[in-house]
């Protein structure tokens, strides 16, 4: 059995498996919202990634930036949006574990690589619309390094690697932050009077 037809066949209990894991998480009363949109299409998009290899389009990582928008506004945790997808991983396996369905090497490498593009995307649009709304210099920094890292977390948890699209986060996230503290630096920064002393 592919993971394309498992996934066709168990979705529902996919689904279902995934809201058990944001209510116990506490979500925010809203976290149906999260289900009822992010992880059916997710689970839509990687079959269509199983049956017809990556999307010249990259309709992972667009819809999963919408999901990042629509989050926010709903007062979602960058941390609560990131485990929403690690859910996603987390009840395939088990399922296919409970069943007994192997998941072939290169199925399960799509599925890491559309989960590492997802939530790349989502944390990528969470933390820019978050600047928007913040709109100020310190908070760029705040937001950069919660960026960086959640990136980081879903790295520790194993779903992604970190040559993907999840460890370019962190990567720009951090040179991000660099290029910010150098540019305070240099403002405050004691300038030197004409005999050399500051």
Do not use: W
């Not at 149906?32 to 389009?57: C, I, N, Y």
């Not at 990528?124 to 709109?135: H, N, Q, S």
């Not at 310190?138 to 992604?160: H, P, R």
Request: aromatic share 4%; glycine share 10%.
């Amino acid at each position: 059995m592919t993971l394309n037809t498992f996934l066709g066949e168990n979705r529902h209990e996919i689904i279902a498996r995934c809201r058990v894991k944001v209510a116990k998480r506490s979500a925010p009363l809203t976290a149906k919202a999260e289900l009822d949109h992010g992880v059916p299409m997710f689970l839509d998009q990687l079959r269509e990634e199983l049956d017809h290899g990556p999307s010249k389009t990259n309709e992972i990582g667009k819809s999963a930036k919408m999901h990042g928008h629509d989050l926010l506004l709903q007062e979602f945790t960058i941390s609560q949006v990131v485990h929403g997808y690690g859910d996603v991983c987390q009840s395939v396996t088990d399922l296919a574990v409970e069943l007994g369905a192997p998941i072939s090497t290169d199925d399960f490498r799509t599925m890491n690589r559309c989960l590492d593009d997802a939530i790349a995307g989502a944390v990528t649009e969470f933390a820019r619309e978050r600047d928007v709304a913040r709109d100020g210099g310190t908070t760029d920094l705040l937001t950069l390094t919660d960026t960086a890292i959640t990136a980081f977390e879903v790295l520790q948890s194993g779903n992604v690697g970190v040559g993907g699209s999840t460890g370019n986060v962190i990567y720009r996230s951090l040179k991000s932050i660099r290029e910010i503290a150098g540019q305070q630096h240099s403002a405050v920064a004691p300038r030197k009077t004409e005999s050399g002393k500051a």
